[in-house]
């Protein structure tokens, strides 16, 4: 056996690990003391006993803090994987000793907060009460790399770009189309037909750059001939789309699920435009070299049986033209 192999195999300890992720994360060795409380020759000592050891250098000094190097970006890397199943063993023998089924860590898409994760959290407490959900919400590329680092164990919202998931296994949820809207009062409700040329000048709300969904909207616009609008704001919050095309004369893009609000019940009229947009449906991803633990597993389940129960799009297109949510 290879010093290396002996190191890793026999000697390395889950305090290596853990300040090899503090000094990946702060990048500097006095804020890892800091926060480890110990003194910074400890941690600098500590760092040079495992390259040591390792025998590679895992981290250089550059003008903005240590920077991780390859060899460093490997051990990190495989570190907080192993500290992830760790705290998972340890969340899983509680759940164990309490007759639990554990916590379930989730990243969520700001679109997907109030209107099919209520209701899958809902049937998740009412079959295990003692299965605990912690919520993150955010965008996809910030929920990604939360996933991969192993503090998710799962993320719920329209499926990444296929590019985005190797190593990651998909569970397609729901077909959730797009569709343009505006309040009931806006001044395109009233026409019988809508072109897209009629769309121009009016203000819109628009996904964030770098959403799943501002690249296809931008491409449907210049298609038509339409350049992106000067007069926009840009969110993913469902309830604040909702509430500001009620006062405004704004032009939205919402998707099946978006439209289907368990709370919100403000009039939507969609707009009679088939975008043609091509997007993944909304899914569940997770890892694929870790299984999933058994709450993850029964909240995956929770959102399955949801999902279907949900009004196609053409039901929903249906009740808002005519108004039938007021």
Request: charged fraction near 25%; include cysteine; aromatic fraction near 4%.
């Amino acid at each position: 056996m290879s010093q290396l192999d002996w190191y890793l195999t026999v000697n390395l300890k889950a305090r290596h690990l853990r300040l090899l992720v503090a000094v990946d994360d702060f990048r500097n060795l006095r804020q890892v003391a800091s926060n480890s409380y110990i003194t910074v020759p400890a941690v600098s000592k500590a760092l040079g006993e495992i390259e040591s050891a390792l025998g590679v250098k895992l981290f250089e000094r550059t003008v903005n803090g240590l920077r991780a190097t390859a060899y460093g970006e490997c051990v990190v890397r495989q570190a907080r994987t192993v500290l992830s199943h760790l705290s998972q063993t340890a969340e899983e023998i509680k759940a164990l000793q309490t007759g639990s089924a554990g916590k379930v860590h989730v990243g969520a898409l700001p679109t997907l907060i109030s209107t099919i994760m209520p209701k899958a959290l809902a049937l998740l407490k009412r079959d295990s009460p003692h299965t605990n959900v912690s919520i993150s919400e955010g965008r996809m590329v910030s929920l990604l790399q939360d996933l991969r680092r192993g503090d998710l164990d799962m993320i719920v919202g329209r499926l990444p770009n296929r590019a985005d998931t190797v190593g990651l296994q998909e569970k397609a949820l729901l077909d959730a189309p797009l569709k343009l809207v505006t309040g009931p009062h806006h001044p395109l409700v009233k026409r019988k037909k809508v072109e897209w040329r009629d769309l121009d000048g009016f203000p819109w709300i628009l996904p964030p750059p770098g959403s799943l969904l501002r690249e296809p909207i931008e491409n449907t616009l210049a298609r038509h001939g339409l350049s992106i609008p000067r007069n926009y704001i840009e969110t993913l919050s469902t309830h604040l789309i909702r509430a500001y095309i009620q006062i405004n004369d704004a032009i939205a893009l919402h998707t099946a699920d978006m439209l289907y609000s368990y709370e919100d019940v403000s009039p939507i009229h969609v707009l009679p435009l088939d975008l043609r947009v091509v997007t993944r449906p909304l899914g569940v991803v997770w890892r694929a070299d870790k299984s999933l633990a058994p709450g993850a597993s029964l909240l995956l389940r929770c959102l399955e049986e949801v999902c279907p129960a949900l009004p196609s799009s053409g039901d929903l297109d249906a009740e808002l033209l005519t108004g039938k949510d007021e």
